[in-house]
C-alpha cells in the first residue's frame, strides 16, 4: 500500500514567497503522517485570480526557479514525491499553468494544462505536450491539471501509457450544485479513474480569492472508482490521506472476460 | 420541458412472447404518467443469462419482428419515442445486442453493441457501426448499451454530432460496492452527461436470473450531469420519471469563456 495526501491549503494571490512557506509546512505535516505521494493544488505557488497577464507574470518563476528547488528540497527531505502546480515563466515570455512532478533525485517533469479553463485563455498559453508518466520509487506517477480531466480523451493517453495514479492539481471554482449529491467535479474525476482503472487524486484550494469560492472538493480516488477520502464541499484547508493499492492499476480486468483497456475499439475512435 | 422515463422491469428468460405483455403494460403505465420517451433495458425482449449460443437464438428475432413491431404499436397508440433492447438475429445468422429507436412513424434505428462484456462476446457478435442519432418529435435521441457506456470515446461521437439526450439500455450485474456510494455504474452515467451536457438515461432491469442479480440503478441525468431520479441501488421493479430540459443540451457553455466541446483539442487526440 501507498501513503498518499492531498494538501488543500489556501495560496496568497501574487505572494510566490508566502506560498513556499505555506507548501512546506504542508509538506511537512503530511510527510508526518507517512505520506509517501504529497499533491498540491493548481498555481499553489501564486494564487489564481490575476486581473490580467502583467499580474501573473509578477508571480510567475521559469522550471528552474526558486520554488521547484525548494520542492525538490522538501522531496529529498522527507522523501516523498510531491506534485503540484505552478504558474511558470516560459523561456520566451509566454505564461504557462505547469504541474511538476518532483522527488528526492530533483524535478522528474513540467506538464502544461493543454485545456484553459474560462479567462484563463486571456492570460496564459496552453501547452501542447502530453501528460507525461513518470516512473518514480512509489509507481507510475501522471499528471494533468483541472479541467484536462473533463476531456476523457485526455485521461486516457497517461491511462494507456501505463500510470498506475494521476495527481491532478485543481482550483475548482464553486458553482451550481443540488445538496446531498456528490459534487460533479468529483463524479468526473470518480469516472476518470473507474473507465481506466488508474487512481487519481485531485487536490483542490482553500481560501476565498477576490471573492471567488472553491468547492475545496480534494479527493482520493482509487482504481475502482470509489473515494477513499475527500470528495465534499469543503471549503477550509483540509489534509486528505489515504492508502492505496496502486498495484491494482496494473490489472485492467473488470469482471470476467472484461478488460477496460483491451476492450476499446480504436478501429471505431 | 420533456417528460421522461426508464422502466426497470424484470423480464423472464427465453420467452419473448411474455416479455411483449410486461414492455406493453410498462409502456401504457409510463404513458399515463405523461412519459414523452420511455427507456426500457437491455436485452428486454429475451434475459440475459444465456448458457449458449443456441439458446440465445431460440429468443433472437430480426429487427422487423413481433417485439418491434409491437414496439412500433405502443409508439404509436401511446405517442412516445421507445428505446428499448433486444436480442436480435442478424441476417446472416449472427445474433446481436440492439437497441431499437421507436417513434409513431415506427422503427427509427437499430444499434449493435460494440462493446461486448464479459461472456457476452462467446455468444454475441459486436456491432461496428456508429451510435444512432435521431431527429425525433421531443428532440434529438440517440442509443448505446450498458459496458459501451464506459467508453468515454463512443459516448463523444453521438454528443458531437448533437444528441440531446442518450437513451441507454443496461442490464448492470451487481458486483463489489461501497456502502453510502453511488454506484460507479451511476457515476459513470452521470460523468457521460457532465462532458458532454448531453441528457442520459439508463434503464436497468430487476428480477434474479440465474442467480444473477442488478444493481437497479436506472438513472435520469440531466445536462449538468446531476441525477433527476434513481441511481440507487433498488433491485425491484420501478418506473422513474423526470421533467428534462432537452434545450439545455444543446448549449455546451460549462461557465465562462469555456465550452465544453469547442475546447477539446482534436489536434492532440
Known sequence: ?????????????????????????????????????????????????????????????????????????????????????????????????????????????????????????????????????????????????????EFPEWVRIPALAGADLLAAPVNWPTGAHVPDQVPTEVVRTQADSSVNRMAVVACDRAGVERGVEWVGGSVIVDSDGWILAGGSRTPSSQTLCADLDLTASRNKNVGGLSDIHADRRPDLY
Open 1 to 149: 500500500m501507498t501513503k498518499v495526501a492531498a494538501c488543500q491549503v489556501a495560496p496568497l494571490l501574487g505572494d510566490p514567497a508566502a506560498n513556499r512557506e505555506l507548501v512546506a509546512d504542508a509538506v511537512s505535516d503530511a510527510a508526518k503522517q507517512s505520506a509517501e505521494l504529497v499533491v498540491l493544488p493548481e498555481l499553489v505557488s501564486s494564487g489564481y485570480m490575476f486581473r490580467d497577464q502583467d499580474e501573473a507574470r509578477a508571480s510567475a518563476e521559469p522550471a528552474d526557479g526558486q520554488t521547484l528547488q525548494l520542492w525538490g528540497r522538501l522531496a529529498r527531505d522527507h522523501g516523498v514525491v510531491l506534485v503540484g502546480g505552478f504558474c511558470e515563466a516560459g523561456p520566451t515570455g509566454e505564461l504557462y499553468i505547469s504541474s511538476a512532478i518532483v522527488d528526492p533525485s530533483g524535478t522528474r517533469a513540467i506538464y502544461r494544462k493543454a485545456h484553459l479553463w474560462d479567462q484563463e485563455r486571456l492570460i496564459f498559453s496552453r501547452g501542447n505536450a502530453r501528460p507525461p508518466v513518470v516512473d518514480t520509487a512509489i509507481g507510475r506517477i501522471a499528471t494533468m491539471i483541472c479541467y484536462d480531466l
